[in-house]
Nanobody, 124 residues
Framework: EEQLVESGGGLVHPGGSLRLSCAAS????????MSWLRQAPGKGPEWVSG????????RYADSVEGRFTISRDNARNTLYLQMIDLKPEDTAVYYC?????????????????WGQGTQVTVSS
């Protein structure tokens, strides 16, 4: 069974940092591009960042460029999102999502390819 389990969310002050992790199992993680998505209260899901299967190519939404860094450890089947200089507008549930190939993807895939999410709240 394919599974994605996010962790690392929490409550942080504006300007703070968090590192999210996504543990993958049940599929060939090292052969799949991955992305981070987020969904704020009352809004639709938003693509945040993507990485290709070997980690050589990354992309970011304009809203997080320069503040977030996506990375992966294929030996550990784990995806990461390092977030710095967090802002209240970053408050959302963050999800990792699996691609269908090794090629990076820059869109929100179907819900069945997401994990269960981890809450990030940025507030003073």
């Amino acid at each position: 069974e394919e599974q994605l389990v996010e962790s690392g969310g929490g409550l942080v002050h504006p300007g703070g940092s968090l590192r999210l992790s996504c543990a993958a199992s049940g599929f060939a993680f090292s052969s799949r591009a991955m992305s981070w998505l987020r969904q704020a209260p009352g809004k639709g899901p938003e693509w945040v960042s993507g990485i290709d299967s070997d980690g050589g190519l990354t992309r970011y939404a304009d809203s997080v460029e320069g503040r977030f860094t996506i990375s992966r450890d294929n030996a550990r089947n784990t995806l990461y999102l390092q977030m710095i200089d967090l802002k209240p507008e970053d408050t959302a549930v963050y999800y990792c999502a699996r691609g269908l190939s090794s090629r990076i993807f820059l869109n929100v895939p179907i819900r069945g390819r997401w994990g269960q999410g981890t809450q990030v709240t940025v507030s003073s």
